[in-house]
């Protein structure tokens, strides 16, 4: 099979691993925000298509037999352009994402469904864990009631202001280490978007040892796709699909 995987996890570069070992032909596609990605075995594409025109040209030019989307379940607008490339090129679509996490016990959750709603939840004067990424940071940056401490793989581009403290770091993270985290900022508040997966996940478990409260920001609903939670149910779909 001809595979374009859309990348950029770790369950992209384990599946493309394990199809070029099989002796597929996967193509990863990567999105170039992140410097010194970990590259996955097979070929690469590097940058944007062009929006849905020119991802579907890319189908139908490189005769991609099937399309996997296992990007990061909050990466928006190629996921949405995923489906309707698929639809206009007539290639089908597999999507891999990870299972979401489930609240743990006690009442320290808050769901919402943006930045903006997980900005607004915060009360004044909270010590912030902010793990959310880059998307969105500007309407936390607003509330300069709160102490945020920003937590990202690749500084910001512009400087942040004086209420707001950088941590660049890149996950697994372990429990021990985000308890000690928490107990060191004095973090009254974790912000987290849905993403699912065991490398990040410590910090729910941190969290709840510290009632530490939690906002949590809901996935978005993509279009129509044979979604799967797992490398080895992508492999089973894509095996299928192929029969």
């Not at 743990?104 to 607004?120: F, K, N």
Request: charge should be neutral.
């Amino acid at each position: 099979m001809k595979i374009l995987i859309l990348g950029g996890t770790a369950e992209a570069r384990e599946l493309a691993n394990r199809l070029v070992g099989a002796g597929h032909d996967a193509i990863t596609s990567l999105a170039g925000r992140t410097q010194d990605p970990i590259l996955p075995m097979g070929r690469l594409r590097m940058g944007p298509f062009g929006g849905i025109p020119g991802l579907s040209a890319y189908l139908r030019a490189a005769g991609i037999d099937h399309l996997v989307d296992a990007t990061h379940p909050y990466a928006g607008q190629i996921s949405i352009n995923a489906v309707a490339a698929a639809q206009a090129s007539g290639v089908k679509l597999v999507r891999l994402m990870r299972p979401a996490w489930t609240p743990l016990p006690g009442p320290h959750w808050t769901m919402v469904g943006s930045a903006r709603e997980a900005a607004d939840a915060l009360p004044a004067h909270a010590n912030v864990l902010l793990t959310t990424g880059h998307t969105g940071l500007d309407l936390f940056l607003e509330r300069r009631d709160c102490r945020l401490y920003v937590r990202v793989i690749e500084a910001p581009q512009t400087p942040l202001p004086v209420h707001a403290e950088l941590i660049v770091s890149r996950p697994p993270y372990r429990l021990d280490d985000e308890i000690a985290l928490m107990r060191r900022h004095g973090i009254t508040h974790l912000v987290s978007k849905n993403s699912g997966g065991g490398q990040t996940a410590a910090k729910l478990e941190a969290a709840q040892h510290l009632d530490v409260r939690v906002v949590m920001i809901e996935r978005p609903i993509y279009g129509p796709a044979l979604e799967v939670e797992s490398v080895d149910a992508a492999i089973d779909a894509l095996e299928w699909a192929s029969s």
